[in-house]
């Protein structure tokens, strides 16, 4: 298994990059490689300082790196040899298993799109955000910023993506899927989710609960959440925010400290042909970890493969 990481992505990278994959190794298989992706001569340099050597570390010339100002797809036809499409190439050719980067969001979506594709009869691909649960574990809400307009059967889509990825990566039995409305009635919410709530209804590939408030986020009544990238942002961000205030007051609980996005890593890109995870970009070493033990449950998982596979039946 050979897990890449943008080791050049990130607003304080090499050196949390670095130190994220010395620490992932300890809790990796031994089977498990992991690839840097980056200017050689900085990462050989920051492993050195890092205390980083390990035969099953690689790292991947790529001598330059994309600046998180620039637009999207500037930047991957000006800086074709920057970290961000080196480590598409690599996922295209299938010199890797999986590709994690906290750089530039806009650019590792438009690389994903441009590069590996969406998965055919993928109308958007989405990101997908884990959701902490009262009774402990995870869920998933899906989308979290990628598609911020959708249609009615993009959200049917991501229901049944996201219940996949519940499925196959966070091992859950026939995860319950809600729809976020603004009320628990079937004829509530905007035409959007009125048309969304009548399609999940009827369909059988996705165990549809109905509506989801937002006091249903955090609970148990709905282990997939659905809704558009605009919703789905405000969401995530608000639960961020939560997580910061209690910690500015020192106040620490076991169930709030998982919002914490060092403990979750990232956020997949699910549609595409790859497994792709997208870091923050202000990720310290623990959350570069996350990413990378993450983005080795999804290759573990062949959550791409298992897509494939539900589309064609």
């Known amino acids: 298994m050979r897990i890449a990481i943008d080791a050049m992505g990130g607003d304080y990278a090499p050196m949390p990059n670095v130190e994220g994959v ?5 809790e990796l298989p031994a089977d498990a490689t992991l690839v840097m992706v980056g200017d050689k001569e900085v990462l050989e340099k920051a492993s050195d300082e890092a205390g980083l050597d390990d035969p099953r570390v690689e790292v991947y010339h790529a001598p330059d790196t994309i600046p998180m100002g620039v637009h999207p797809t500037k930047a991957l036809t000006r800086h074709p040899e920057a970290s961000i499409p080196v480590g598409y190439r690599l996922l295209k050719n299938k010199e890797i298993d999986a590709f994690s980067s906290c750089g530039n969001t806009g650019a ?9 594709k969406a998965i055919e009869g993928i109308i958007r691909p989405g990101l997908a955000g884990l959701i902490p649960k009262e009774k402990g574990g995870f869920g998933i809400m899906m989308d979290v910023g ?15 993506l996201a219940s996949m990825f519940a499925n196959y990566v966070l091992k859950i039995d026939n995860p319950k899927v809600g729809l976020v409305n603004l009320g628990e ?15 999940m209804k009827i369909n059988r590939k996705i165990n549809f609960i109905g509506n989801l408030e937002g006091r249903d986020i955090f609970n148990d009544k709905a282990d997939v959440i659905v809704c558009d990238g605009f919703t789905g942002n405000v969401l995530l961000k608000f639960a961020e925010s939560i997580y910061e205030m209690l910690k500015q007051r020192n106040f620490s609980d076991p169930f709030f400290d998982q919002m914490d996005y060092k403990r979750i890593g990232g956020s997949p890109i699910l549609g595409i042909n790859g497994n792709v995870t997208i870091g923050h970009g202000v990720s310290d070493k623990y959350a570069i970890k996350s990413m990378i033990l993450q983005s080795h449950q999804m290759a573990v998982s062949k959550i791409n493969e298992k897509i494939k596979e539900s589309l064609m039946a």
């Open 22 to 26: 010395k620490l992932a190794l300890a």
């Open 108 to 116: 590792m979506h438009v690389g994903a799109l441009f590069s590996i």
């Open 146 to 160: 990628a598609n911020a307009d959708c249609r009615p059967d993009v959200l049917v889509q991501f229901a049944e």
């Open 185 to 199: 009635e079937e004829q509530k919410g905007t035409l959007l989710t009125q048309a969304a709530y009548q399609l």
